[in-house]
């Protein structure tokens, strides 16, 4: 089972070579100093975000795979639902996409082989809020 899927698609041929997450605490806003100097939080939750760095390899298959999987990501949509590595398991969650970008490595046979791509999501909600 892939631990990698946009909208509940897995892309099986396309490698996640690397990936980079990050989590964000984010306050609401209450948030402020009191006349004590003492800090007050309007914790609104924690967002996981993501940059991923994907691969494809040099088969055909792979290729087709990559330039659809490109076409999702790079969509006008307002957001995917991602399932991404977190821990020891996965992580599933709404969020969008603000930016990917990749490089062509090889051009044979009529063919392009592109690569290097990073793609970075950013959660649409908290995945935890304050108890």
Not at 54 to 82: C, N
Not at 99 to 115: A, F, K, P, T, Y
Not at 125 to 131: E, F, G, T
Request: aromatic share 10%; glycine share 8%.
């Amino acid at each position: 089972m892939s631990c990698f899927t946009v909208d509940g698609v897995a892309y099986d041929l396309v490698h996640v070579a690397e990936v980079k997450r990050a989590f964000s605490v984010l306050d609401g806003p209450n948030t402020g100093r009191a006349m004590t100097g003492e800090m007050r939080r309007d914790i609104i939750g924690t967002y996981y975000n993501y940059t991923l760095y994907l691969e494809p390899d040099s088969s055909a298959a792979s290729r087709d795979q990559y330039d659809a999987l490109y076409e999702v990501l790079s969509a006008p949509v307002a957001s995917h639902l991602i399932k991404v590595p977190y821990g020891q398991d996965c992580l599933i969650y709404e969020a969008y996409v603000t930016s990917g970008e990749d490089q062509l490595i090889l051009r044979d046979d009529g063919r392009s082989r592109w690569g290097g791509t990073s793609v970075n999501f950013v959660a649409m909600a908290p995945k935890r809020v304050p108890a």
